[in-house]
């Protein structure tokens, strides 16, 4: 088998496994969510991309064509690279803040994703940034960590 599929295969079972030991969990609802449901949503997410490249890849193989571009062609260890980078910012988060810690995940993110000019890149962080903590912080009334830089 292909060496880019053991990866998909990776992300398929890895999502799955996390949605279901989040699924065992206070997941709640989504008006009254629990500590588990951000966790079971991205194992979801990362489950049905996995899927998805899968068969993006095994269509483009019974069409002899060339092997698509997916989330994780580049390099298997960017993938770890982004797991490292989302343990650090977890690590993180309540010592430095929601918005720093947000913004340079983001950057990191973009950057691994392929935004090659980093105007691009700062924009976007900066952009989704701003909206999640208006979003969750100001209309949802959600705190988030001040960090070392309180805003509130």
Known sequence: MDGFLDWYWL????????????????????????????????ALCLAATGLYSLV?????????????????????FKV???????????AVLSWIGYLVSTFLLLVFLFKAAGFQRWSHIVLASFLVT???????????????????????
Request: glycine share 10%; with cysteine.
């Open 11 to 42: 992300g398929v079972l890895l999502g799955l496994g996390v949605a279901i030991a989040s699924w065992t969990h206070n997941v709640g609802t989504l008006a009254r969510p629990g500590p588990f449901l951000l966790p079971l949503l991205t």
């Open 80 to 90: 770890v690279a982004i797991v490292l980078a989302i343990g650090v910012y977890t």
């Open 56 to 76: 993006r890849t095994f269509s483009a193989k019974a069409c002899n064509k060339e092997k698509p571009d997916g989330l994780f062609e580049r390099s298997p």
């Open 130 to 152: 701003a909206f999640s903590y208006l979003l969750f912080g100001y209309a949802l009334k959600l705190r988030f960590p001040p960090g070392i830089f309180s805003l509130v």
